[in-house]
C-alpha cells in the first residue's frame, strides 16, 4: 500500500509541475505580446503626432499672408513674392539678416537671376510653371541689403522646395 501511496503522490507532483511550466509559458507569451502591442502603439501614436506639427505649420503658413513686398520708393523699385510657405519658412528657418553681406548676397543674386533668366526663356526645355516671370536684377545698382536678403532666401527655398539647381552651389541655409 505504501507504494501506491507514494506513486500516486509523485505523480501529483509531476503533474503540478507540469502545469506550472503550461502557466509560466502562457504568462510568458501574454506578457511578451502585450510589450510588442504596446511598443506599435506607442510608435504609431508618434506619426500623428508630427503630422499634426506640419498640418499646423501649413495652416499657419496660410493665415500668414505668403505674399512678402519689398518697395523702396527712394530707387523705385518694387519686389513681390507670392510663393505658399515661404513667408514662414524665411522666418523660421533663414539666417538672421547681418549674417551675411550685402556683397556675398549680391554675387549669388546674379548668378541665380541670371540662371532663373535663362530658364524662363527655354520653357520646351524648362517647367514653364516654375519658371514663369523673368526677375530684372542688375548688376551695380544698390538694391539694398532687405531685397538682397529676401531674394537670395526666395532662391535657397525655390531650389530646396523643388530639387532645382541654379548655379554651382549646393542650396543651404
Known sequence: MKKTVHSFLLFKEVNTAYF???N??????ILYTLLACSFIIA?????PVTANKIESEKELAQINNDTVIIENDKLEYEII???PGFNFWLVSRAKPEGYYSQ???EN???IY?????????QPQRYNPNLYELQIDYQQGIDYGYEVNYKLYYYFIYFQRTYNQRLGPFVPRI
Not at 509560466?24 to 507569451?29: A, F, G, P
Open 81 to 83: 513674392i507670392i510663393e
Open 43 to 47: 510608435c504609431n501614436t508618434s506619426k
Open 24 to 29: 509560466t509559458i502562457k504568462m510568458k507569451n
Open 108 to 110: 549669388r543674386n546674379i
Open 103 to 105: 556683397q556675398y548676397l
Open 113 to 121: 537671376v541670371n540662371e532663373w533668366n535663362n530658364r524662363v526663356l
Open 20 to 22: 506550472w511550466n503550461i
